[in-house]
């Protein structure tokens, strides 16, 4: 089993459209939990931190389920702008496991 | 414009070449690393320096040597790679004042590698 597994897409979805990812991770120990970006040809850059009470910024709200090993982004309203591949990131807790594990990603195209 | 530069962003090599990627942030960040992001795939650690120091190797071939003169720079130097190495290297680095990744890494924009 992958230690970050998410649904690759591709994600096509209209302008305003609500679309949500979601990302199992296997070591129940995982401390902490981000979402990434990464806009194509482009470095991945830090979206959001997801905290285990959910959090939101703007139109863009993350989740955390300890008990079922989850983590999910919903995005209101999407943009063409927001067209781009999603890599959930998992950290641990100890050792070589406080680095960060990337998942595969998942890719969202917003069609005009 | 991000704070992390790498060069070159493009290289073509053969099997039996000699070639370096180099990196340098300016972040004033004290922790530097180096991915290898191949298509459909996750990104892989592939070392860790903090303070200079080297903390993680994670198995990494003897053909991918890193160095680290100082906490702004950071040098990947390859060596008979092969094809299956082609790839995306990405450097990144963070602030880690105790050593504990928090978990924002700033990356370059990548190193676009063809082998061969």
């Known amino acids: 089993r992958k230690e970050v597994e998410q649904d690759p897409g591709p994600f096509n979805v209209p302008e305003g459209a609500t679309v949500a990812f979601n990302c199992t991770y296997s070591n129940s120990a995982s401390q902490s939990f981000f979402w990434y970006r990464q806009d194509c040809r482009k470095e991945p850059k830090l979206l959001m931190s997801?905290?285990?009470s959910g959090n939101e910024d703007g139109r863009f709200t993350a989740q955390l389920n300890r008990a079922s090993q989850y983590i999910s982004l919903l995005i209101r309203d999407s943009k063409l702008s927001d067209s781009a591949t999603y890599l959930c990131?998992?950290?641990?807790?100890?050792?070589?496991?406080?680095?960060?594990?990337f998942g595969s990603g998942t890719q969202l195209t917003v069609l005009p | 414009e991000t704070g992390v530069t790498q060069t070159p962003r493009h290289l073509v090599m053969g099997m039996t070449n000699k070639k370096s990627l180099k990196c340098e942030q300016h972040?004033?960040?004290?922790?530097m690393y180096w991915y290898k992001q191949s298509a459909k795939k996750p990104l892989e650690l592939m070392f860790v320096?903090?303070?200079?120091?080297?903390?993680e190797n994670n198995s990494v071939p003897s053909r991918f040597s890193p160095e680290c003169p100082n906490s702004s720079h950071l040098f990947l130097h390859l060596h008979t790679l092969q094809p299956e190495d082609s790839a995306l290297y990405l450097c990144?680095?963070?602030?880690?004042?105790?050593?504990?990744?928090?978990?924002?890494?700033?990356f370059g924009e990548g190193s676009r590698l063809t082998v061969l």
């Open positions: 990144a680095s963070s602030q880690d004042p105790s050593g504990e990744n928090t978990g924002e890494l700033f």
């Open positions: 997801v905290y285990s």
């Open positions: 320096y903090n303070f200079k120091e080297q903390t």
């Open positions: 990131v998992v950290k641990g807790s100890s050792g070589s496991a406080r680095q960060l594990t």
């Open positions: 972040l004033g960040h004290n922790a």
